[in-house]
């Protein structure tokens, strides 16, 4: 339990520093903002007041200082902070821009322009700590429930390259059944490699388990030897892959498939186990192998949208609202 | 064989220029990224094309200057290249007056904005903050000096700091005092009543009185058709002036303070106006004179009604001949044998002298002086119009007396009246709207009538009676200073010309 709480929680000692100085603004502008409610004739600061503007002025400063970390990602070389103080910049100035802006109108959403922005502040920060939650607590869930991890981007690219792994594999004992071979162009991959590997066992010797069973020696089969089985022992399998786990591969994201499904998957194989000659379960061990790499790729997949998901709405109505926050600046200086 | 996957192999599968590829994801946040500025941008740049500048506006304006929403440039006049921030008091001092607030003892210039704070939505821009009035009245010795005002110099609110009401407050170790000359029983008249115009028992309404201004045309219960008619020589304007109070308390009566006169006409119907003999007495008080006639004498002053004597009974005596010689009956000796009549004849002269006389001892003394202060003094020259037939001498010579009296009496031989004096508006320096009150029953608040048999008793709730519901919070009605105090003095309003002009405003703000 106690480790459980560690985990979750958000500010750690490396957030101290910001987390006591944001306090500590916040705190100051608190009393400054009540001893102008106390001052003030009108009873509430207002945002043309010499207080209202200063709450206005350091607010969009702040602001514009957590629109900055998008271009300070665009350019990592530059010598201006640790990435990670930008980003503890970002969350904790971006977060403290709104009781700033609040103050600065107190807390009167105004006019047209004004009350836009106030809903966009508040739409921004809100799906700002909305992500920073997410991005606080779904890595550790992703290292812990996805060990076969990939990139994000490659996902779609690694799940073909199962589907050819699992159309080989079954090939290796099925005999050929006709799957198309991809011939794509080649692209520089990582490890050193301009294109993927054949697989060693592909170009294993074949035995037949007809002949296996004629008292062939298995002396002079190689260890990596591959039984290819005859036409109706190979059927379930051929069947199975065909009808059910090669369309998973192929289009994972589909629903009420059983491979897709953590629980019932394994029953799968263990009644294809029965329905197969031993011979061809070490085989059936990769294909359900594959299908579990794609199933995390798939959780992957899922998990990624919901860590990335809200950038689609923080970042649009970050940009707008420093856009119109510039606008309501110069119109309100202006009359 | 068992699949393996060593780190080669899994390299293997990753484009090394992954991040160069358009992944949709990418592509739609920067679409969005895009969309979402270009949104706004067009918004704005809509509105600038429009000219429609309600978009930069703070908030909506109070609902005075709902019409100029969209003319920003009207309140926010352009200085040298930029505009004013907060709205220039000569911006609104084009349209309208602002009249100062007690100027000379005022240290400090109060821009406009500064108490009336715009765009705050639909507001009633005079309802402003008990703060802008406590920044001088919270410590008004700071403001105009030691002595420099007579009014309580610690005030925050209502609720603190207010000090009871000023015609209630005890001066100089004098109690408060109402300084009305009219001697009523309010006690009494709030009883019920055994010989009312309509019958016995008849219960009185405070409302049989006391009505607003506005509505003193209507049906009165109680009034006197033959009164009601009748134009008074007094007016009650001229009839209730204010006169210096015994304890010199500020008082105002029937002519309102100039200087608290509203920004706007009333609806007539914020104070009671001060009772009339016609409509609230004359029902029950009449004013009958002789039994030869029915009708009483007017309500007017004494020499109208002097005259209105003279002129009833020399009417009378003109058709009625046979009076002015009279009989009385006989009067028994002590041998218990009659006496002869005795008679007499009177001048029509000395005959009206003599009735007139008569009646005016009535009225002075009895009918007048039941409600009205007197001055007496007159009143002991027509004691004596009495015959007696016991000292003829004597009767000739009161005769004589009083014929020369009703023909040649000067006028300050009347008796004097002293002015009603009712005050209309209680609290001088405050407004109040019985209008607004009507809800209510009046014994709710004025209790004290009920049990007040003296004039001089003040009826007036006090200050914590308003308190009850007149405090903050909802639930409650307004308790700020502007409900019942104005800090401009529209009694020095100046007239302005006109600035704008329709329908053209809505065209082009001019």
């Known amino acids: 339990m106690l480790g459980t709480a560690r985990d979750l929680m958000l500010i750690d000692r490396t957030q101290r520093g910001w987390g006591l100085g944001s306090l500590g603004i916040f705190a100051a502008a608190l009393v400054m903002y009540f001893l102008e409610a106390w001052i003030a004739p009108q009873g509430q600061p207002r945002g043309g007041s010499a207080i209202g503007l200063i709450f206005g002025v350091v607010g969009f400063g702040f602001m514009i200082f957590a629109a900055a970390l998008g271009a300070r990602k665009r350019v990592p070389t530059w010598r201006i902070g640790r990435a990670k103080a930008w980003m503890r910049g970002h969350l904790w100035l971006g977060l403290l821009s709104l009781p700033l802006v609040l103050f600065h109108g107190g807390f009167h959403f105004g006019g047209t322009l004004t009350r836009v922005l106030m809903w966009l502040l508040i739409a921004t920060v809100a799906s700002g700590v909305y992500g920073a939650l997410l991005q606080n607590s779904i890595p550790k869930k992703m290292t812990a429930d996805i060990p076969l991890e990939t990139i994000y981007d490659e996902i779609s690219h690694v799940r073909k390259l199962l589907r050819e792994e699992a159309d080989r594999t079954v090939e290796s004992i099925c005999g050929d059944v006709g799957f198309a071979k991809d011939v794509s162009g080649e692209i520089q991959r990582a490890g050193g490699f301009t294109a993927l590997r054949p697989i060693a066992a592909s170009a294993a010797p074949l035995r037949t388990s007809a002949a296996v069973s004629a008292g062939a020696s298995a002396a002079v089969a190689p260890a990596a030897e591959i039984i290819l089985l005859s036409e109706a022992e190979s059927a379930p399998l051929c069947k199975f892959y065909i009808e059910e786990m090669r369309p998973f591969l192929e289009q994972s994201k589909s629903r009420g498939r059983r491979l897709a499904d953590e629980a019932r998957a394994p029953s799968v194989f263990v009644s294809l186990r029965t329905l197969l000659p031993a011979a061809a379960h070490n085989t059936l061990a990769d294909l359900e192998d594959i299908c579990d790499e794609a199933r995390q790729l798939l959780r992957q997949e899922r998990l990624h949208r919901w860590l990335h998901g809200w950038l689609l709405l923080h970042i649009p109505l970050s940009l707008a609202l420093i856009l119109l926050g510039a606008v309501h600046a110069v119109m309100a200086l202006r009359y | ?510």
């Open chain 2, 1 to 510: 064989m068992a699949r393996t996957r060593t780190t080669k192999t899994v390299a293997q599968r990753i484009d090394l220029n992954y991040f160069k590829r358009p992944t949709p994801f990418k592509r739609a946040k920067l679409w969005l990224a895009i969309l979402a500025p270009a949104i706004a941008l067009v918004w704005i740049g809509w509105h600038v094309l429009g000219r429609d500048n309600r978009v930069y506006s703070s908030g909506r304006l109070s609902e005075a200057h709902a019409v100029l929403e969209k003319e920003c440039a009207a309140c926010h006049v352009q200085q040298a290249g930029g505009y004013s921030a907060s709205a220039a008091d000569s911006a609104c001092l084009a349209c309208h007056d602002g009249p100062a607030h007690h100027a000379t003892n005022i240290n400090t210039k109060v821009a406009c904005a500064q108490c009336h704070v715009e765009h705050r939505g639909r507001i009633n821009l005079a309802a402003v903050s008990d703060r802008t009035c406590a920044q001088c009245h919270a410590n008004l010795e700071a403001t105009t000096g030691p002595g420099g005002s007579v009014y309580a110099k610690h005030i925050v609110s209502f609720q603190d700091g207010h000090p009871e009401f000023a015609e209630l407050r005890s001066l100089q170790g004098h109690q408060a005092h109402d300084a009305g000359s009219i001697k009523l029983n309010h006690a009494l008249h709030m009883q019920p009543i055994r010989r009312g115009p309509n019958g016995p028992n008849m219960q009185l309404e405070c409302s049989d009185c006391h009505r607003p201004g506005a509505t003193e045309n209507q049906i009165w219960e109680y009034s006197d058709p033959h009164y009601s008619a009748a134009r008074s020589t007094d007016s009650p304007h001229s009839l209730l002036v204010a006169v210096p109070m015994f304890m010199g308390v500020a008082s105002t009566v029937w002519s309102s303070r100039v200087s608290l006169r509203p920004r706007r006409p009333g609806s007539g119907r914020e104070l009671m106006a001060p009772p009339i003999f016609a409509n609230a007495c004359a029902g029950c008080h009449l004013l009958t004179f002789d039994k030869r006639f029915d009708q009483g004498v007017p309500h007017d002053n004494p020499k109208v009604v002097h005259a209105y004597l003279v002129k009833k009974f020399s009417g009378y005596i003109a058709t009625h001949g046979a009076e002015l010689h009279e009989v009385e009956e006989p009067r028994r000796n002590l041998t218990g044998r009659a006496n002869g009549p005795v008679s007499r004849s009177l001048s029509p002269a000395q005959w009206v002298a003599e009735r007139v006389a008569v009646s005016e001892e009535l009225l002075w003394h009895k009918t007048c002086s039941q409600c009205h202060a007197i001055s007496i003094t007159p009143l002991q020259d027509v004691r004596i119009a009495r015959w007696d037939a016991a000292n003829p001498n004597a009767e000739s010579r009161i005769v004589s007396s009083i014929s020369t009296a009703v023909s040649e009496r000067p006028a300050d031989s009347l008796p004097g009246i002293l002015t009603a004096n009712i005050a209309e508006k209680w609290l001088p320096n405050a407004r109040f709207d019985h209008d607004a009150h009507l809800g209510f029953s009046c014994i709710g608040c004025h209790q004290n009538a009920l049990t007040s048999t003296e004039t001089s008793d003040i009826l007036i709730p006090g200050i914590a009676t308003c308190q009850k519901c007149h405090a903050p919070g909802p639930e409650r009605a307004e308790s700020r200073c502007f409900e019942c105090h104005t800090y401009h003095d529209w009694a020095k309003r100046k007239e302005i010309k006109p600035t704008f002009t329709l329908p053209a405003l809505y065209s082009t703000g001019k």
